[in-house]
Nanobody, 125 residues
Framework: QVQLAESGGGLVQAGGSLRLSCVASGRLFSNYAMGWFRQVPGKEREFVAHISWEDERTYLAESVKGRFTISRDNRRNTVYLQMNSLKAEDTAVYYC??????????????????WGQGTQVTVSS
């Protein structure tokens, strides 16, 4: 079992920045590929970014490329999502995700083994 706990959400003006953190506990963190999804009411959970466990390869959704960065610190069992140049359409609940098998393209929410509880990000225009 892996437990994931997100933090760092909040209210920010358009053009601003936030950094989300996700701390993992339980099984060895470095065995999992980690990612972020987001969800707005009435819509399916949407893939945002992921990072591999070995060589820290990253992959980001087109909608956030050039603005968001994902990173991880295996010593701290933590994955980060740095969000810059935020837009109103980035408003969502952001979820941390852990996946046992790495896949280099966009992830489906059905492929995720563990989820965090989510943290709200609100961008005011």
């Amino acid at each position: 079992q892996v437990q994931l706990a997100e933090s760092g959400g909040g209210l920010v003006q358009a053009g601003g920045s936030l950094r989300l953190s996700c701390v993992a506990s339980g099984r060895l963190f470095s065995n999992y590929a980690m990612g972020w999804f987001r969800q707005v009411p009435g819509k399916e959970r949407e893939f945002v970014a992921h990072i591999s466990w070995e060589d820290e390869r990253t992959y980001l959704a087109e909608s956030v490329k050039g603005r968001f960065t994902i990173s991880r610190d295996n010593r701290r069992n933590t994955v980060y999502l740095q969000m810059n140049s935020l837009k109103a359409e980035d408003t969502a609940v952001y979820y941390c995700a852990a996946r046992e098998t790495y896949y280099g393209d966009s992830w489906s929410p059905r492929s995720i083994n563990y989820w965090g509880q989510g943290t709200q990000v609100t961008v005011s225009s």
